[in-house]
C-alpha cells in the first residue's frame, strides 16, 4: 500500500448555527481532500503538509489532524504568523459564499520554512503528492516556483503529483496569472482533476473534448474532467471512461464536493483501483457530502454511509 501527502492551508472554518451563533471548526480544500482519502481508505498514509502558528486556533488544527488520523509528521510550525480563518454562508440552494482572513497567514510560508528544514529531504517519502490551485495562490511568487520544484525533485524521487486546479478568480492577479501558473501545474503532474466550468473560464474551452486535448499537450498522462450534468470523464493510458451525472436527491451545502471527490479518487487510485472504480467512489462520496452542512462530514454519518470500506 502506497502513502499520499496532502499540502495546503487548513483554516478556522466559522459558520452560523441555527441560533445564529458562531461554531467552528478546521477545513481548507488540500486538507478536507487528506481528510476523506483517509476516510475512504484508512490503511493508506495520509500524510499533511503546511504550516501553522503558535496560537490556540493552530494548536487545535494540529489536534483535528490527528484526530482524523492524518500523519502530522511534515507539519512545519512558525512564531511568526497565525492560522489563517474563513466565515462561510450557504443560501437556500446549498450554494456557498466566502470571507477570508488569509492573509499572510502562516501556510503562505511553509515553502520558505521547509527550505530551512532542508527541503524536499525534510518530507517523508510517499508515492503521491496531491496540490491544488489554492495551494499556489496563497504563496508570493517566488515560492510558488519554488513549490513547483519541490513537486519535480519529489517526482524524481518516484512519487506521482496529483493537481485540482479549483480556480478561484479573486485569489489571483488576473485571468493571465492564474493560467501561467494553472499549466505550470499541469505540466508538473501525472495526475489533473480539472473541471469543465473552470477551463471555461479561464482557457475558452467548450467542450470535454476541448480539455482533453488541452491536457494531452501539456503531457498529463491522467485526467479527470468533471464535467457537471454530464457527468465525469476519465482518461489515462490505458482506460478512457464515463460516469453519468446522478444528482443528490437534496442540496444542503456544496462546501468540500469537489474536495472529498478528489480525496476519494487519491485514495482509491493509491490502493491500486482502476480509474473507473475510483470515479465511482469518488462520486459517490461527494453526492452524499452535499447532503450535509459544513465541508466534513460528521464521522458517525460517513461510517454509516460508507461502512463497507
Request: proline residues 3%; glycine residues 8%; negative net charge.
Amino acid at each position: 500500500m502506497s502513502s499520499l501527502l496532502a499540502l495546503g492551508e487548513g483554516m478556522v472554518e466559522l459558520k452560523q448555527d441555527s441560533t445564529g451563533q458562531l461554531i467552528h471548526k478546521y477545513a481548507g480544500d488540500t486538507l478536507n481532500t487528506a481528510i476523506y482519502a483517509k476516510r475512504w481508505m484508512p490503511e493508506v498514509d495520509v500524510y499533511y503538509f503546511s504550516a501553522v502558528g503558535q496560537d490556540m486556533f493552530s494548536r487545535q488544527m494540529l489536534d483535528y489532524l490527528k484526530s482524523e488520523q492524518l500523519n502530522t509528521q511534515a507539519m512545519l510550525t512558525t512564531d511568526q504568523a497565525n492560522i489563517g480563518i474563513y466565515a462561510i454562508q450557504t443560501d437556500d440552494a446549498g450554494e456557498r459564499s466566502f470571507t477570508y482572513w488569509r492573509k499572510d497567514s502562516a501556510a503562505t510560508q511553509m515553502i520558505k520554512l521547509l527550505s530551512a528544514k532542508g527541503g524536499a529531504e525534510a518530507l517523508p517519502d510517499v508515492g503521491f503528492v496531491f496540490f491544488s490551485g489554492i495551494s499556489l495562490a496563497i504563496l508570493a511568487e517566488d515560492d510558488k516556483a519554488a513549490l513547483l520544484d519541490l513537486l519535480a525533485k519529489l517526482r524524481q524521487k518516484g512519487a506521482k503529483i496529483a493537481f485540482d486546479p479549483n480556480y478561484r478568480a479573486r485569489m489571483w492577479q488576473n485571468q493571465e496569472h492564474a493560467k501561467n501558473w494553472i499549466v505550470k501545474a499541469y505540466q508538473a503532474s501525472d495526475i489533473v482533476l480539472p473541471g469543465l466550468d473552470e477551463h471555461q473560464d479561464l482557457f475558452g474551452h467548450q467542450t470535454v473534448d476541448d480539455v482533453k486535448n488541452f491536457m494531452q499537450a501539456q503531457g498529463v498522462t491522467e485526467f479527470v474532467i468533471k464535467a457537471g450534468k454530464d457527468g465525469v470523464y476519465g482518461f489515462n493510458q490505458t482506460q478512457d471512461c464515463h460516469v453519468p451525472f446522478n444528482p443528490a436527491p437534496t442540496q444542503v451545502d456544496t462546501t468540500a464536493a469537489g474536495d472529498s471527490f478528489a480525496g476519494t479518487y487519491m485514495s482509491s487510485r493509491v490502493a491500486g483501483q482502476s480509474m473507473l472504480d475510483a470515479i465511482k467512489n469518488a462520486d459517490s462520496v461527494a453526492r452524499e457530502v452535499v447532503q450535509h452542512p459544513g465541508a466534513i462530514m460528521n464521522m458517525d454519518i460517513y461510517q454509516t454511509r460508507f461502512k463497507t470500506n
